[in-house]
């Protein structure tokens, strides 16, 4: 039985999706990989993925036959050294396509609703749409959605994608995305502290809990690729909110909750330029997307989740 390799598993998504994987298929099926120690029980590999040749030879010693890969770096930490994001961004990807072409492994690629910029519908985003980002992070993920088509339809690579919107978790924190505001702010109301949100209040954007982000992610991956009309790149989300709309679910069960705003000129900008909500019906009627927690049941799960760590 070949195995799953997670990359950038001690991300925010690979945080979750390792253990759920593991639970899934068992233990020592799951790969887990990234910079630096392990961070979970379970096989790990210590791995670079712009590095070719230890991506290969992780795979082939593994018999990998499934990649996930999470490693990229997020939007607003992309903006502060753009060359780097695109390599990073790109090279990594490329070597993964490029290895599961050599060795006949499926590939999962964690796109973004940051591919849409300015010149895209904003509301009810269509599936397909003017892709024209104006950011370097949605560039690579632009890019990144053709590079998975070309390598799909040109060798025949099965290469699975998900456009994710904002991802709230209580288990990892976000690494330097603009939607990050989300669990930051739930992270300390539940601490008991205020909270200064860097998005202005009515700054609206699509947002998913984990739990669904993880379930759809496995859901995509074992759909019969006859059903899938748009592999690479699928819209998902399950909220679309605004940061003063959060606020207001925090405070019917924390009260006291305060909230300023100190905007970030940058962080604001990216998140003007895209959209407010996406079209999810092609996911929901190829592959049968459907998330189970809106922003309520969110909000109430991630209190609940982060009031018993901090016991
Ligand atoms: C970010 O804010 O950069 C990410 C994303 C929407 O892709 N969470």
Redesign the pocket.
Known sequence: MRRLLVTGARGQIGSELVPALRSRYGVERVIASDLGAAVSEGPWEHLDCTDLEALRSVMLRHEVGEIYHLAAV???VAESDPGKAWRLNMASLENVLTAARELASRVFFPS???VFGPSTPRINTPQLAIQRPVTI?GVTKVAGELLCDYYATRFGVDVRGLR????ISYVAP?GG????YAVEMLRAAARGEGYSCFLAPETRLDMMYMPDAVAAIIQLMEASAARLKHRTAYNVAAMSVTPAELAAEIRERLPQFILDYCVDPLRQSIADSWPQSLDVSAARDDWGFAPRFGLSAMTQDMLCHLAAQAQ
């Not at 994710?164 to 991802?167: A, F, K, R, S």
């Not at 995305?177 to 990050?180: L, Q």
Request: charged residues 5%; without cysteine.
């Open positions: 997020l939007s607003a973004s609703i940051a992070y994710l919107p904002g991802l976000p995305g603009t939607t990050d």
